[in-house]
């Protein structure tokens, strides 16, 4: 009789050691079917919040693979692309895993609030269609503390299957975007402005992804308006004289990745130089950038200097990287520049110049976020120089007319952030 009680208590005991440590486990445990709470994107803007329905398909010592298997009734997806090649799934775990120690020394480390010391990658169906604005992956600061409670970077199928080498820069670049979070969240800094968050973001491919670099600075070679520090131009602005306004998207991404390509050869092409710049300790985020510069100088004069590095050939100057220049009335934001032939106005107010290789860039100087407006300022050009940049972004356009590709940045409610 006592032999029974005794085994009767044990399995009583284990049964509640097992019930204590099932509810102590972290929300985030891998499970090996779980269900989401993602946004879908329609040509850019957010087109609503969906119960994605996933399988665990890939685990590694820092990766969770996770693969959407029902589908909103709209999705143009056909049963084939539903699945992930198995060429695709590989590189994209190799790729993450081969630079995920380099990466976080550079940018930071990151939070584990799932407990499950992984970063989950959630392969779905992110885009309504595949034509206009496409997205190739995001990622929320909402599921830090909220929705989903984990680590995630959503990546679109479609585009995982049909180029995997865009969507491993785009992976990359939204795990920048994930640390830099993480320091947000656990009260360590304050959130970055967006054009030193995507920055950091688009330094990310000049060290791990030169396909991505190299197809920035084609974007570059096809506009004449430079700017990446007001991020969120509320106008489109016009890149030439009786031109339609071009897509502000199409403006900062290249400016900003070209910037910090340069500023990683200035400093003998060391990552270092992102290292400083994202655990720089200064108030203002233009701070964070000039302190991490050796030689000490302005803002307005190191963005004057990067642009003219350009206009020189200076051996600082990306590989192909090159100058159009402008033409008529334009309005300059905060940080932004153009290059002409002749500028007739004066140095005055937030507006400064300078001249390189026959070439006068204009820059408006301002360094204020909050409230800012924009400087006209009149330029000239030869009419050839001005026509040949014309050419470049109508055939620029046409390319892109089927299916742009587009980055988006998601704040802390979830929304998409308006560029």
């Excluded at 060429?87 to 994209?92: D, P």
């Excluded at 865009?166 to 994930?178: N, Y």
Aim: aromatic share 12%.
């Amino acid at each position: 009789m006592k032999k029974i009680i005794f085994l009767i208590c044990l399995f009583a005991l284990s049964f509640y050691s097992c019930a204590i440590r099932k509810a102590l486990s972290p929300t985030g445990n891998l499970d090996d079917e779980k269900i989401f709470f993602g946004q879908m994107v329609n040509n850019g803007k957010a087109a609503g919040w969906f119960y994605v329905p996933c399988k665990l398909i890939k685990t590694t010592d820092h990766l969770a693979i996770y693969l959407q298997t029902k589908f909103h009734k709209q999705s143009k997806l056909s049963e084939e692309e539903r699945d992930i090649s198995l060429y695709a799934l590989n590189k994209l775990v190799q790729e993450f895993d081969y630079y995920y120690d380099e990466i976080t020394n550079i940018y930071g480390g990151h939070t584990d609030i799932d407990a499950n010391s992984k970063i989950i990658i959630l392969l779905m169906d992110i885009n309504f269609n595949n034509k206009g604005n496409k997205v190739l992956g995001y990622f929320n600061p909402l599921d830090m503390h909220g929705y989903n409670e984990g680590e995630i970077l959503y990546m679109d199928l479609s585009s995982a299957n049909s180029d995997i080498d865009k969507s491993i820069g785009t992976m990359i670049h939204e795990f920048q975007h994930l640390i830099n979070y993480s320091y947000v969240v656990s009260g360590t800094r304050r959130e970055m402005d967006s054009w030193l968050n995507e920055a950091l973001s688009e330094s990310t491919s000049i060290l791990f992804n030169k396909s991505t670099a190299e197809t920035r600075i084609k974007e570059f070679n096809n506009i004449n308006y430079y700017c990446f520090y007001t991020w969120d131009i509320p106008t489109n602005v016009s890149n030439y004289s009786g031109s339609k306004s071009f897509p502000n998207g199409l403006v900062n991404y290249p400016s900003a990745s070209v910037f910090m390509n340069w500023l990683y050869k200035k400093n003998g092409s060391k990552s270092d130089i992102f290292k400083k710049i994202a655990d720089s300790k200064e108030n203002t985020d233009y701070n964070k950038v000039l302190k991490s510069v050796s030689g000490g100088t302005t803002w307005d004069n190191l963005l004057l200097e990067w642009i003219s590095d350009i206009v020189s050939s200076n051996a600082a100057k990306p590989d192909n990287a090159t100058i159009n220049t402008a033409n008529g009335d334009i309005n300059l934001y905060p940080g932004a520049m153009v290059v002409c032939d002749n500028y007739s106005g004066t140095e005055s107010g937030n507006i400064v110049k300078t001249n390189s290789n026959n070439k006068t860039i204009v820059l408006n100087k301002d360094t204020t976020l909050t409230g800012f407006t924009s400087v006209k300022a009149s330029v000239s050009s030869s009419m050839s120089t001005v026509s040949r940049a014309r050419r470049n972004i109508i055939e620029d356009e046409e390319a892109k007319e089927e299916s742009q590709i587009i980055n988006i940045l998601l704040d802390r409610n979830g929304n998409i952030k308006k560029y």
